[in-house]
Structures are given as C-alpha cells and as structure tokens.
C-alpha cells in the first residue's frame, strides 16, 4: 500500500490519466467543445470591437473590400475545419471547394491575434479583440487586399452575368451570374485581320489609359457598337473581347428592366474589370419593347454614376443596323469605336474553310470566289454550319456552300439585305446537309428575289466595304 503514497507513481498515475483523457477528447471529438468553452470563457474577459464589411455601400454600388474578404476567406483552411461549409465541384475534376455558408463564422489568426468572421446575409463582421484593434486592424485589412488580388489573379474565372426582374422593393443581387466559358477568342473569328489588330491595340491602349482618363475628367470606360447582319459574329466578338480582357460579362436583357432608375442601379452593381453588354439596341429603340427611356439610355451610355469610382469598364452595344437610330446615341463619346459586320466574303470565307475543315486552299476555291465576286454572299454562321454537318468531306461541304450561295445567297452580298432575322424571318437550314445538298430555306431566298425585283437586279460588285472601324477621335486618347 505504501506504493500509493510515492510521489512519482502518483505522478505516473497523473500522466497516464491526462494521457488517456486527451486520447478521449481527440477521437471523441469532444476536444471541440471543451475548445469552444474555453472560448467562450476567454471572451468573458475581453473586450471585442466589429467592424462590418457590408457588400453594398450606401448608394447601392458594390463594396470592392466585401468582394476581397470574401476571397480572403474561401481560400483559409479555417472554412474546411469550422462547423459547417458548403462544397461546390472546381474545375478540375476531383476538385471540391469550400465555400462559406451564410452565418458561418471562420477564424483567422494574425500577428498573434485571434480574428474572428462572421458571414452574416449581404455583411461580412470581423470581430477583433479591443487590446489588438490598433496594432493589428490596418496591416490585416492590407494583408488581405494583397492576398484576395493574388488569387484573383490566379484563377480568374470569368462570369457571365444576367439581370432577372426585380421583385418588390428588393432591388439587390440583382443580377445571376453563371461561369463565363464561351471558347471564342479573335483567333476564331473570321474578320479582316487589319480590323482584329486595331480593336487589339485600342483595347490595350485603353487599359493603359487610367491616368488619362482621369486626367481629363472622364469616366474611364470605352464604348463599342457592333452592327450587322444576324450571325456575322457580333456576340461572338463580345466573347472573344471579354476573354481577351479576362473581364466578366454583364448582360442586360433591357426587357427585365422597369424603369431608368432600374438600369442605373444594374451598372452600379456591376463591378471593374467588365464588359457591359446591350444586345439589339436598335430593335429595342425602334419597337420601345422596354420600359427604359431613350434618356435612360443615354444616361447610361454615358456611365455617369460609375465615375465616382474611376472602374474600367467596356460597354458594348449590338445593332443589326444604325440607320434608323437617333444620332444621339450614336455620338462620339457614347459610342467610341463602331465595327461594322459584313456578310462574308471571300477572305471571310478562306477563314472559316481554314478553320472550320482545315482548308488553306481547294480546287474548288477559284469558282467559290467568283460567286462572292458576283455579289453573292450568306452570313458567316450559314456558311459555318454547311461546313460543320459537312466536316467530313471538305469537298462536300465546299459544294453545298457553292450551292447556298448560288440560291439562297444570291445578290445578299451585294445589295447587304437580309440585316436581321426577324427581319426575312429566321434562315433556317432545312433539309439534308450532306450530299453536297445544304439546302436553306425558301423563306430567305424569297425574300431576296423581291428585293431584286423592287431594285431592277442591281449588282454591285463587291462593292460591299468589309468590317470598318470608325475610331471616333477619341481614339488618340487611349493611347
Ligand atoms: N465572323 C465570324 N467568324 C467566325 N464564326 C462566326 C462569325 N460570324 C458568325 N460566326 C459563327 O456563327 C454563329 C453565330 O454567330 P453570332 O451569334 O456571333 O452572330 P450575331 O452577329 O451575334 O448574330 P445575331 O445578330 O443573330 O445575334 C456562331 O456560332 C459563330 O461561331
Ligand atoms: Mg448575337
């Protein structure tokens, strides 16, 4: 018994008890809650600070810092190991990420201090301890600017964004934003490569232009108006000017907007470093199919309310003609650069033979061009079709094309009608694609054929000037 009163076998018993025990606490799980407790106790002596972050400021523009904690955050191995998180699949296969939950709180630690978050609905709350408020607050909040940048900088995933109708009074979040991975780049796009490398150097010239523009006074965005045809690859050109760029996409259905105010608070709550993107302004101008004034549109052309905040922003405008549009909203300034999208001609078409079924050049290539020559013409996107369903046979594909043209394409080179399918109605390929068929309907060839008529069959050779680039003055500024 005397054993029992040895000092060290009672400290061996000791060890062993406090051993066993965090054994117990650790694959019980039960070490988190004594955690949590001795938190809570900790707190009880100390006075904490919050300082919320929230996601709008007060004139409803997104707050950049909420976007950058947010980032911040995601990336803390504190969001995998805290109570709750939601997983999303990544990019690569097998890749999970956690993403913070609404009310989740993460904790973080820096400088020696023990920070706190709190995702609360549209806020994200730090909570700091008082005593270390002022040696750590400022280097912390840099801490994260530098780190949220460098990731965004790492996997810049572009976003397309879509308005939805606002319900009530609850204007905010509203717009939907889904990956933005459309594959078109300048590369793919079958344009005159003279025009691809001024729109190249204006948008370069303008990211480097910051200063100058502010300089002046100005908002620093830049405004193009791509007009044309249907399928001549104007949406096209917008994708593969927000992959150019790395910007996100914002796309405004004008249709979803209820008043003036309503566009305004969706370009407030679009961020930097996007492309703003209103598709078939002219139609909306023309049918007033929105309820958005034409000085709404002005308004927001001009990007008025964006200037406090000095963001890049690139605002694109699509027209299937500019003719019937009011010169106000086509004056330098609003619009910088007008593109103008032909239907395709023969290099066009070498382009897309290249690309399409790997042709740089065929026997058939000679007859093919005399047809363009002769004024006939289809839409880049016809012809990329009957090259598509004829993939297999370059020669295939090169004869429904020759046949495309010489019937439904007849003179629309020429005389530059069928500007819009709603216009000669939708040209629908009908019919067999292969066997050198490639057949289009009779609607677009019908249309044509009166329009001949009212116009005595007048063929212009070629006349038709290919994708110009009018750089309103202010080009010069950008650079
Ligand atoms: N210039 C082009 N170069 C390469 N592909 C093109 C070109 N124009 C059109 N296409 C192809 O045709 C299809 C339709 O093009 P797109 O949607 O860009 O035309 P659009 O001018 O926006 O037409 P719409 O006015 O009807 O919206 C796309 O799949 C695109 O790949
Ligand atoms: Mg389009």
């Known amino acids: 018994m005397t054993i ?45 600070q919050l300082f919320k972050v929230p996601k709008f400021n007060e004139s409803m523009q997104r707050n950049q810092l909420y976007h950058k904690v947010f980032v911040y955050l995601n990336s803390l191995t504190s969001v995998e190991d805290s109570d709750f998180t939601n997983l999303f699949t990544g990019k690569k296969p097998n890749e999970i990420l956690p993403r913070l939950d609404p009310n989740q709180i993460i904790e973080d630690d820096f400088l020696g201090a023990k920070i706190l978050w709190i995702n609360e609905d549209n806020n994200l709350v730090l909570k700091i301890r008082k005593a270390d408020k002022r040696r750590v607050l400022r280097p912390y909040v840099q801490h994260i600017h530098s780190i949220s940048d460098d990731l965004d900088e790492k996997k810049r995933d572009l976003k397309l964004y879509m308005n939805v109708v606002g319900h009530g009074d609850d204007q905010k979040g509203r717009w939907r934003c889904v990956p933005f991975t459309h594959p078109s780049t300048f590369e793919t796009i079958a344009m005159e490569s003279d025009l691809k490398n001024k729109v190249k150097s204006d948008l370069e010239s303008f990211l480097k232009a910051k200063q100058y523009y502010h300089r002046l006074g100005r908002v620093w965005k830049r405004s193009y108006l791509l007009y044309g045809p249907s399928g001549t690859g104007k949406s096209s050109f917008i994708a593969a000017l927000a992959n150019f760029l790395s910007y996100d996409v914002y796309d405004i259905d004008l249709s979803k907007v209820s008043d003036d105010s309503d566009l305004k608070l969706l370009l407030l709550q679009s961020s930097a470093k996007s492309v703003i993107v209103i598709e078939d302004l002219d139609r909306y101008l023309s049918e007033k199919s929105t309820a958005v004034s034409l000085s709404g549109i002005l308004n ?64 058939l290539f000679p007859q093919v061009e005399e047809i363009f020559q002769n004024g006939s013409s289809l839409s880049p996107a016809e012809i990329g079709e009957l090259m598509i369903a004829n993939r297999n046979s370059p020669s295939r594909a090169l004869k429904s094309v020759i046949h495309a043209l010489q019937t439904d394409g007849d003179g629309r080179g020429a005389l530059n009608i069928g500007r819009r399918s709603t216009e000669n109605g939708p040209r629908k390929l009908s019919g067999e694609m292969g066997e050198g068929s490639g057949v289009f309907g009779k609607e677009g060839a019908n249309a044509v054929k009166e329009f001949k008529k009212l116009y005595g069959l007048l063929r212009v050779k070629s006349s038709r000037k290919s994708q110009s680039f009018d750089l309103n003055g202010d080009q010069k500024e950008g650079g």
């Open 300 to 363: 927001f052309m001009d990007g008025m309310l964006t200037s406090s905040c000095g963001e890049e922003r690139v605002m694109v405008f699509t027209m299937n003609g500019k003719d019937h549009v009011d010169q106000a909203v086509l004056r330098p300034g609003r619009i910088d650069v007008h593109i103008h999208f032909p239907l395709c001609d023969f290099t066009a078409f070498k382009t897309l033979a290249n690309s399409y079924l790997g042709l740089k050049d065929h026997k």
């Open 4 to 48: 029992l009163y040895n000092p060290f076998f009672l400290l061996f018993i000791t060890f062993v008890f406090l051993f066993l025990f965090r054994v117990v606490l650790i694959k019980t799980g039960l070490i988190f809650t004594v955690k949590k407790k001795w938190r809570l106790f900790e707190d009880c002596f100390h006075v904490y």
